[in-house]
């Protein structure tokens, strides 16, 4: 079934860079599990270790948060992997390069929620951040990350909301398995999904 997928659309073998981005707190981490468990190599160095906010690891290449200073060179090891880039710095991804970008989206209340707990637990002052502003400047933040993907022929994009994937699983990891050329198990893609871990909930 996935070759016919490929015959019938045309995937190309080309080696691309698959992007899983999103705001901080937003599920890419998820994302990330369920694309290694489907069969995808992932670029990551494992110096930020799992802790109580992520479980299950944070999927993290440090080099990445220097895209924006020019350190791009590793992109060339990215190619037919999967890595993630926060939403900020996906305008700093070298033009000589494919992409496929999987950006996650989440009820912003608890992307918010989310980041607050994370600022307790670090010992950091959580009553800093304007809850309402902050959720404004993220909103224009995402619109514009938009406006700059659409006007890129080097990248294609799909978003995937959090709360939709953990609700139904199935339909989002045979989505997001077509959107890489059907060559993903969607199967182990599914088995990765806790509802467990579906902590600050919108009320």
Same mark, same amino acid.
Request: aromatic share 8%; no cysteine.
């Given at each position: 079934?996935?070759?016919?997928?490929?015959?019938?659309?045309?995937?190309?073998?080309?080696?691309?860079?698959?992007?899983?981005? &999103?705001?901080?707190?937003?599920?890419?981490?998820?994302?990330?599990?369920?694309?290694?468990?489907?069969?995808?190599?992932?670029?990551?160095?494992?110096?930020?270790?799992?802790? /109580?906010?992520?479980?299950?690891?944070?999927?993290?290449?440090?080099? *990445?948060?220097?895209?924006?200073?020019?350190?791009?060179?590793?992109?060339?090891?990215?190619?037919?992997?999967?890595?993630?880039?926060?939403?900020?710095?996906?305008?700093?991804?070298?033009?000589?390069?494919?992409?496929?970008?999987?950006?996650?989206?989440?009820? @912003?209340?608890?992307?918010?929620?989310?980041? /607050?707990?994370?600022?307790?637990?670090?010992?950091?002052?959580?009553?800093?951040?304007?809850?309402?502003? @902050?959720?404004?400047?993220?909103?224009?933040?995402?619109?514009?990350?938009?406006?700059?993907? &659409?006007?890129?022929?080097? *990248? /294609?994009?799909?978003?995937?909301?959090?709360?939709?994937?953990?609700?139904?699983?199935?339909?989002?990891?045979?989505?997001?398995?077509?959107?890489?050329?059907?060559?993903?198990?969607?199967?182990?893609?599914?088995?990765?999904?806790?509802?467990?871990?579906?902590?600050?909930?919108?009320?």
């Amino acid at each position: 079934m996935k070759a016919l997928f490929k015959k019938l659309f045309g995937a190309s073998d080309k080696l691309v860079i698959t992007v899983v981005s &999103g705001l901080p707190r937003s599920g890419t981490s998820l994302m990330m599990k369920m694309l290694e468990a489907g069969g995808l190599p992932v670029m990551q160095d494992g110096i930020r270790e799992a802790d /109580r906010d992520n479980p299950k690891g944070y999927y993290e290449f440090e080099r *990445v948060k220097q895209m924006d200073k020019g350190d791009t060179a590793w992109m060339v090891e990215a190619q037919g992997k999967v890595v993630k880039i926060i939403s900020a710095l996906l305008k700093h991804m070298p033009p000589e390069y494919e992409y496929r970008v999987i950006f996650m989206r989440r009820h @912003m209340k608890e992307v918010l929620a989310s980041q /607050r707990k994370m600022l307790v637990h670090r010992g950091e002052d959580a009553e800093k951040m304007d809850d309402e502003k @902050m959720g404004e400047l993220f909103e224009k933040h995402m619109a514009q990350v938009f406006a700059w993907l &659409g006007q890129q022929p080097n *990248v /294609r994009y799909i978003q995937v909301h959090y709360n939709d994937l953990l609700a139904d699983p199935v339909a989002y990891a045979r989505q997001v398995d077509e959107f890489l050329d059907g060559r993903l198990d969607e199967q182990k893609m599914i088995e990765m999904v806790d509802p467990k871990l579906y902590r600050n909930r919108k009320e």
